[in-house]
């Protein structure tokens, strides 16, 4: 009697599992999205010297993964969004390519550029999404050397985001706070005497 109780009541708590798992809603299945700057160089930005981008310090709390800043404040992250590279790789990339675009235009316009190339060190102190004010922060320390010669300084920009296109937007954002960065570090160098 005793095991045909205690048969009766593993089959009634197998139904009841089974019944369980079956009523439970199942979350739909979201792919994690990699998002990365966006590189434009227009034509009209000559840079007169080369330069040699030294590793990109960061000091922000941002790796891959996409963070918001939000009121009181509070960061949190978006688990499905994140950047393809951690923000130092990503402008040190960027700039790389902007900065070889720029002496492209230079040649282009028949203009000679000096082999010796100045040195650029750069430290990332802000790379920010704020869900708050719907803006993207972008701020960096550099260092630009000449002849062993530092010139050095502060940038910061910020761009506005759509905040219904959330992260897409926020990609769009940093990369012209990356864009609006590297022409002014053109600018920095070309005055450079």
Same mark, same amino acid.
């Given at each position: 009697?005793?095991?045909?109780?205690?048969?009766?009541?593993?089959?009634?708590?197998?139904?009841?599992?089974?019944?369980? /798992?079956?009523?439970?809603?199942? %979350?739909?299945?979201?792919?994690?999205?990699?998002?990365?700057?966006?590189?434009? /160089?227009?034509?009209?930005?000559?840079?007169?010297?080369?330069?040699?981008?030294?590793?990109?310090?960061?000091?922000?709390?941002?790796?891959?993964?996409?963070?918001?800043?939000?009121?009181?404040?509070?960061? %949190? !992250?978006?688990?499905? &969004?994140?950047?393809?590279?951690?923000?130092? %790789?990503?402008?040190?990339?960027?700039?790389?390519?902007?900065?070889?675009?720029?002496?492209?235009?230079?040649?282009?316009?028949?203009?000679? #550029?000096?082999?010796?190339?100045?040195?650029?060190?750069?430290?990332?102190?802000?790379?920010?999404?704020?869900?708050?004010?719907?803006?993207?922060?972008?701020?960096?320390?550099?260092?630009?050397?000449?002849?062993?010669?530092?010139? &050095? !300084?502060?940038?910061?920009?910020?761009?506005?985001?759509?905040?219904?296109?959330?992260?897409?937007? /926020?990609?769009?954002?940093? %990369?012209? /706070?990356?864009?609006?960065?590297?022409?002014?570090?053109?600018?920095? #160098?070309?005055?450079?005497?």
């Amino acid at each position: 009697m005793f095991r045909k109780i205690k048969y009766y009541l593993l089959i009634a708590a197998v139904f009841l599992f089974a019944a369980g /798992c079956s009523l439970l809603e199942r %979350s739909p299945y979201r792919e994690t999205a990699s998002y990365d700057l966006v590189f434009n /160089c227009p034509a009209e930005v000559k840079l007169k010297r080369n330069i040699r981008i030294l590793p990109v310090i960061n000091y922000t709390p941002t790796a891959r993964r996409m963070l918001f800043s939000g009121r009181n404040g509070r960061i %949190s !992250g978006d688990d499905y &969004s994140q950047w393809v590279q951690n923000p130092e %790789s990503m402008l040190g990339n960027y700039l790389n390519k902007y900065f070889a675009a720029a002496v492209e235009n230079m040649v282009k316009g028949g203009t000679a #550029v000096p082999p010796e190339p100045d040195t650029l060190e750069l430290e990332i102190y802000r790379f920010e999404l704020d869900n708050v004010s719907g803006r993207a922060f972008l701020a960096v320390n550099y260092r630009i050397t000449r002849n062993s010669e530092p010139v &050095s !300084g502060r940038l910061e920009t910020a761009v506005p985001y759509e905040k219904k296109e959330i992260p897409e937007a /926020c990609a769009v954002a940093m %990369s012209e /706070c990356a864009g609006q960065i590297a022409v002014e570090i053109v600018n920095i #160098v070309n005055n450079i005497k």
